[in-house]
């Protein structure tokens, strides 16, 4: 199974960086990763939140195959432990699933549509993370997931 991260925005900080290009190798250990970062939309003061999730999600969903089954990453999504993650990616691990795209949003969030598109709609937490953040907590969690179905020590229970 191949894992894919399809985003909005750079990493624009230095630390953050560094984080996911850390769990993204520790990642990489298990499974193939590819990321994909879109350009954000941007625009004066007077910008229009909506136009720029829905011309943003355009841009994600032509990124994303159709046999694609896609986690749309959403503060009103579904929350699930560390286990149950790990629980999901093994899941589909054994069922053959080809690839599992995981989508970030950009400052605004993700269009209706691309939380139509989505297999599932995840929630990291029940607080709000800036989309660059989400990135971090999403590769530690996905490495944190394989750790536990490998039963290796990184997670302790």
Same mark, same amino acid.
């Given at each position: 199974?191949?894992?894919?991260?399809?985003?909005?925005?750079?990493?624009?900080?230095?630390?953050?960086?560094?984080?996911?290009?850390?769990?993204?190798?520790?990642?990489?250990?298990?499974?193939?990763?590819?990321?994909? #970062? &879109?350009?954000?939309?941007? %625009? @004066?003061?007077?910008?229009?939140?909506?136009?720029? $999730?829905? !011309?943003?999600?355009?841009? =994600?969903?032509?990124?994303?195959?159709?046999?694609?089954?896609?986690?749309?990453?959403?503060?009103?999504?579904?929350?699930?432990?560390?286990?149950?993650?790990?629980?999901?990616?093994?899941?589909?691990?054994?069922?053959?699933?080809? #690839? &599992?795209?995981?989508?970030? %949003? @950009?400052?605004?969030?993700?269009?209706?549509?691309? $939380?139509? !598109?989505?297999?599932?709609? =995840?929630?990291?937490?029940?607080?709000?993370?800036?989309?660059?953040?989400?990135?971090?907590?999403?590769?530690?969690?996905?490495?944190?997931?394989?750790?536990?179905?490998?039963?290796?020590?990184?997670?302790?229970?």
């Amino acid at each position: 199974m191949k894992l894919h991260l399809v985003c909005v925005g750079r990493l624009s900080e230095s630390y953050l960086r560094d984080a996911a290009e850390d769990f993204s190798r520790r990642v990489q250990r298990y499974l193939p990763l590819t990321v994909t #970062e &879109l350009k954000e939309e941007k %625009g @004066g003061k007077k910008a229009d939140p909506g136009f720029f $999730r829905e !011309r943003e999600g355009e841009r =994600l969903l032509a990124r994303i195959a159709d046999e694609t089954f896609v986690i749309a990453l959403d503060e009103k999504g579904k929350i699930r432990t560390s286990e149950e993650l790990a629980d999901f990616l093994g899941q589909h691990m054994v069922q053959g699933t080809g #690839e &599992l795209a995981f989508v970030i %949003g @950009g400052a605004y969030g993700l269009s209706d549509a691309v $939380r139509q !598109r989505a297999n599932l709609v =995840l929630s990291l937490s029940p607080l709000t993370f800036t989309h660059q953040m989400a990135r971090v907590i999403l590769f530690e969690q996905i490495y944190r997931g394989m750790t536990i179905l490998r039963n290796e020590p990184y997670h302790n229970r």
